[in-house]
């Protein structure tokens, strides 16, 4: 309390009245002379809203270099990111695109754009605005796709794939093995960032897009080398 204190610039009784609010809120436990943070479930998600706006800017470069990757006619799936939402408002230029998604706003921009696609429907995480669960990976093992977009939260230097949700990872597998082409989108900020759960490892999949160059020792383990 008394390093708190002298950090915020502040009396210790006033100190003292603000901890006490932030303890009712949820947001600490006080302890005797001082105040510790409550530990979130790692599941929890960062409401979509707020995803949406980081890195905004790469993954617009992340979306043009997407693209580059599609063709007239290809079957695509994108799981529930952002980074794969992004992706959406450029596929207007393709004609007879099949799109399969996890992502209720995908779908949604998608339907209003004209193109076709199927949502997987099955439990959504408000939080995401994404279906997860036994249903959605039902339906996404009942299609085939050229290709997979997806990202997670996370590249380790050892190259792992990671995400605090194991129910994301879950249905992204499903995808990841019905998809002929397997692309992952990580913006620059996930690199050397590990979380809770495996997800996939950079040597299985076929292509990684960042708006920045990947580390040496990433770009080497992605060709095998």
Not at 12 to 40: C, F, N, S, Y
Not at 74 to 91: E, K, Q, Y
Not at 176 to 193: M, N, P, T, W
Request: with cysteine.
């Amino acid at each position: 309390t008394q390093e708190l204190a002298e950090k915020l610039f502040v009396s210790i009784p006033t100190l003292r009245r603000d901890l006490i609010k932030l303890e009712q809120k949820g947001k600490i436990i006080r302890t005797h002379g001082g105040a510790q943070l409550v530990q979130k479930p790692a599941d929890e998600k960062i409401p979509f809203f707020l995803r949406e706006q980081e890195q905004n800017d790469a993954k617009e470069i992340m979306a043009q270099k997407a693209v580059e990757l599609i063709r007239d006619g290809d079957t695509i799936m994108l799981d529930g990111s952002t980074s794969a939402c992004a992706i959406v408002p450029h596929l207007a230029q393709f004609q007879n695109l099949i799109v399969i998604t996890s992502s209720a706003k995908s779908s949604f921009l998608l339907g209003r754009m004209g193109i076709r696609n199927i949502c997987t429907g099955g439990r959504m995480i408000t939080k995401s605005l994404s279906y997860i669960g036994e249903d959605a990976e039902r339906t996404v093992k009942q299609y085939n796709a050229d290709i997979v977009f997806f990202s997670s939260r996370g590249l380790s230097m050892d190259g792992r794939l990671t995400d605090n949700s194991v129910e994301e990872n879950s249905l992204r597998k499903v995808m990841l093995r019905h998809a002929k082409k397997r692309v992952f989108l990580c913006d620059s900020s996930k690199i050397d960032r590990i979380y809770l759960h495996n997800l996939y490892h950079l040597s299985d999949v076929d292509a990684v897009i960042c708006e920045k160059p990947l580390p040496r020792e990433l770009e080497m383990m992605l060709r095998g080398v």
